[in-house]
């Protein structure tokens, strides 16, 4: 999917700072979020039910709040 930037910018506002060192150690930046997602759905190993829910999330209220979803997930999962 890829990102307008209205969507990246909306991104920006909700993004979890926490994960930053880890993006920056993947090579991937703040304006890539498409990226981030990719990543975050690699390293979490979703489930089936936890990538449909995703993607429901981005389909009815946003990419942004679904990539939030999984920086929320990876949160718990990293930390």
Excluded: C, Q
């Excluded at 304006?31 to 979490?44: F, Q």
């Excluded at 039910?49 to 939030?68: F, N, P, Q, Y």
Aim: no cysteine; proline share 3%; charged share 35%.
């Amino acid at each position: 999917m890829v990102w307008s930037e209205e969507e990246i910018l909306g991104y920006k506002l909700v993004r979890r700072k926490e994960l930053g060192p880890t993006y920056a150690t993947a090579g991937i930046g703040i304006d890539e979020p498409e990226r981030r997602a990719e990543y975050l759905s690699e390293k979490l190993n979703l489930t089936l039910t936890d990538h449909d829910v995703i993607m429901r999330t981005a389909s009815k209220e946003g990419k942004a709040k679904a990539l939030k979803m999984l920086e929320d997930m990876a949160i718990e999962v990293f930390f």
